[in-house]
């Protein structure tokens, strides 16, 4: 079975393929290996919605099936923000470490026991005809007060992990790939794709 990952980020790919690797039978595809895809809005309500979405779009345009996924960082004290809007947290052209200093300047005020936060993550798989499965992982950690880590990408050196003393950035691939929540979302959509009937995973 082939399995078209629909995300143009590098570092997401990789930890796919590292996660869904070992399923036999499945062939896992980036964007790259395909022709050009239509570009997809992310104008959803929520991570699943957005998911969702690509998921659909890309599969109807290359008759693959397809994953998608959207994520992001929920902090309690900026009353669940960045959320979906995470990527484009402080408007488009920054980098990820200028959005993990904006988010700690718009934090510094924020008392060390009020700092709460949580990674979230929807994957959503579908075939050219229809939507077939959302699965959601969750990382619950809190934001600290400087950039710590260099393994990770978006605001993995900002977010502690709970019950560690890492932040995300600092987890080596092996470590990342059990609790954070791409790991834990990818875990449940694993289990989906042994059941697709027309797959020989």
Known sequence: MKLLIATK?????????????????????SLEDTGRVPDVVEDGDTFAENAAKKALI?????????????????VDALE?????????YGGTGLTDAERSLLLLERMKTVPDGARTARFV???AIADPEKLLHIAEGVCEGSIIREMRG??????????????????????SMEEKNTLSHRARALEAAALYIRKIPYSSV
């Not at 590098?10 to 595809?29: A, C, F, Q, S």
């Not at 669940?80 to 484009?88: D, E, K, L, N």
């Open 9 to 29: 980020n590098t570092n997401k790919v990789r930890e796919i393929r590292d996660k869904l690797g070992h399923l036999p039978g499945l062939e896992i595809l």
């Open 58 to 74: 890309v599969a109807a345009a290359t008759g693959t099936v397809a994953l998608a996924d959207d994520s992001g960082l929920v």
């Open 150 to 171: 260099s393994e990770g990408f978006g605001y993995d050196p900002v977010f502690l992990v709970e019950g560690m003393e890492k932040t995300m950035a600092e987890l």
């Open 121 to 123: 993550c929807a994957i």
């Open 80 to 88: 669940g923000g960045p959320g979906i809007y995470s990527a484009r």
